[in-house]
T-cell receptor
Framework: NAGVMQNPRHLVRRRGQEARLRCSPM?????VYWYRQLPEEGLKFMVY????????ESGMPKERFSAEFPKEGPSILRIQQVVRGDSAAYFC????????????FGSGTRLTVV | GDSVTQMEGPVTLSEEACLTI???????????LFWYVQYPGEGLQLLLK?????DKGSNKGFEATYRKETTSFHLEKGSVQVSDSAVYFC??????????FGTGTSLTVIP
């Protein structure tokens, strides 16, 4: 029973490129959450998705960031035209029902923008 | 708004020493409180939780008591082991069912 799978573990992008982070939830989990951890800070909520629906994106930056969770395949967090300030660890979590029930976190993707 | 403040690290202890990592919170309403642990190279794992005042969460020798009067949820362990070396995050789930995390405290236990 694999846990939440995130890939890649490490991603290096030059300024202006696009970053695509993937998250496969645990089997049987239909709710996905993305969090970002900036250096020296705690994890900050970004977005909450169910299959084909964005439920809460109140933590997403207004520009360059988008997320999806298609009917088939992993959830994708996409960052366009990356800047140095996007360098962070991005964590995905999944749960079987709405938030508050059985969160399981992935190992994270560490994005470095050079 | 809701927030969590936890003790800054890093913390270095000798094996069998006592551990306390302080955590205080600010929240409207009655949040649930959590401690998560992140071992090197792994994701966050739920260590323990408490859902109401005076509840005590416990797991693997770790304990934390939900203190409403002091708005605290300090993590304690009487005798740490090398295998406890990790980063520990205090978190709360507030009224909007959204997690708020502290900045994490790195613990290193030396033999």
């Amino acid at each position: 029973n694999a846990g939440v799978m995130q890939n890649p573990r490490h991603l290096v992008r030059r300024r202006g490129q696009e970053a695509r982070l993937r998250c496969s939830p645990m089997k049987g989990h239909s709710h996905v959450y993305w969090y970002r951890q900036l250096p020296e800070e705690g994890l900050k909520f970004m977005v909450y998705l169910q299959k084909e629906n964005i439920i809460d994106e109140s933590g997403m930056p207004k520009e360059r960031f988008s997320a999806e969770f298609p009917k088939e395949g992993p959830s994708i967090l996409r960052i366009q035209q990356v800047v140095r300030g996007d360098s962070a660890a991005y964590f995905c979590a999944s749960s079987p029902r709405d938030r508050g029930h059985g969160y399981t976190f992935g190992s994270g993707t560490r994005l470095t923008v050079v | 708004g809701d927030s969590v403040t936890q003790m800054e690290g890093p913390v270095t202890l000798s094996e069998e020493a006592c551990l306390t990592i302080n955590c205080t919170y600010t929240a409207t309403g009655y949040p649930s409180l959590f401690w998560y642990v992140q071992y090197p190279g792994e994701g966050l794992q739920l260590l323990l939780k408490a859902t109401k005042a005076d509840d005590k969460g416990s797991n693997k020798g770790f304990e934390a008591t939900y203190r409403k009067e002091t708005t605290s949820f300090h993590l304690e362990k009487g005798s740490v082991q090398v295998s406890d070396s990790a980063v520990y995050f205090c978190a709360l789930m507030g009224g909007a069912n959204q997690f708020y995390f502290g900045t994490g405290t790195s613990l290193t236990v030396i033999p």
